[in-house]
């Protein structure tokens, strides 16, 4: 996946910036590193291994969301990403945790002022080691 050129991605324009959001849902972001090059193969790689050390079974309700939360973004910190970790109450008020299982994280880029995601990895939880 890495090596495919910007219009094999789903874009048909070479961006300048891009971002990249651990989420858990469609629009819940647990974590984010923004204002990185278009094309960010190495902050991907280091990403998607930090995001592999963590430990953690399928969550649910708000604390197990926030450990969550904390264990990946200390994981990205560890690996020398700055991160930037979705405030509390967005995270909680978004996602709306209730007693729903969380069992699957995602990596998904997006561009600046483009509502497009490309999804680059997925992991489940348990798979989380």
């Not at 090596?3 to 789903?10: H, I, K, T, V, W």
């Not at 090059?37 to 969301?65: H, N, Q």
């Not at 699957?104 to 483009?114: K, M, T, Y």
């Amino acid at each position: 996946m890495f090596d495919q050129l910007p219009g094999e991605r789903g874009f048909d324009f070479v961006p300048v910036t891009t971002s990249l959001h651990f989420t858990v849902a469609s629009g819940v972001a647990l974590a984010s590193i923004h204002g990185l090059p278009a094309l960010p193969y190495d902050t991907v790689d280091v990403a998607m291994k930090a995001a592999s050390t963590i430990e953690a079974p399928a969550v649910a309700g708000a604390e197990g969301l926030l450990a969550l939360q904390e264990k990946l973004g200390t994981a990205l910190r560890a690996a020398g990403l700055g991160v930037d970790l979705t405030p509390r109450t967005a995270l909680l008020d978004r996602a709306r945790p209730g007693d729903r299982a969380i069992g699957e994280v995602a990596l998904v880029q997006s561009l600046p002022g483009h509502d497009r995601y490309v999804p680059l990895g997925r992991w489940s939880l348990g798979d989380l080691r």
